[in-house]
Nanobody
Framework: QVQLVESGGGLVQPGGSLRLSCAAS????????MGWYRQAPGKQRELVAT???????NYANFVKGRFTISRDNAKNTVYLQMNILTPEDTAVYYC?????????WGQGTQVTVSS
């Protein structure tokens, strides 16, 4: 089992920044990659960014140049730095741990971009 605890969501004005954190515990040695997904009201959950245990990253086209995913292996934590936020980024953001044979999800953290 892997437990994921997200933090860092909130309300921000357009053009602002937020940093999300996801702390992993449990069978962390089995994790191949971690990532962030988001789900806006009435829409399907979509990939935002992922990072493998080797440090390889992958981003959705709509966040390239604005968001940065990183990880601190010593703290078993993955971060998502989000800059130049727009109202279209409003969603619940979920942390994901990919163990290849199974995926674990965090409880989600709300990000609201509004003036």
């Amino acid at each position: 089992q892997v437990q994921l605890v997200e933090s860092g969501g909130g309300l921000v004005q357009p053009g602002g920044s937020l940093r999300l954190s996801c702390a992993a515990s449990g069978r962390i040695f089995s994790i191949y990659a971690m990532g962030w997904y988001r789900q806006a009201p009435g829409k399907q959950r979509e990939l935002v960014a992922t990072i493998t245990n080797g440090g390889n990253t992958n981003y959705a086209n709509f966040v390239k140049g604005r968001f940065t995913i990183s990880r601190d292996n010593a703290k078993n934590t993955v971060y998502l730095q989000m800059n130049i936020l727009t109202p279209e980024d409003t969603a619940v953001y979920y942390c994901n741990a990919d163990l290849r044979t199974y995926n674990y999800w965090g409880q989600g953290t709300q990000v609201t971009v509004s003036s």
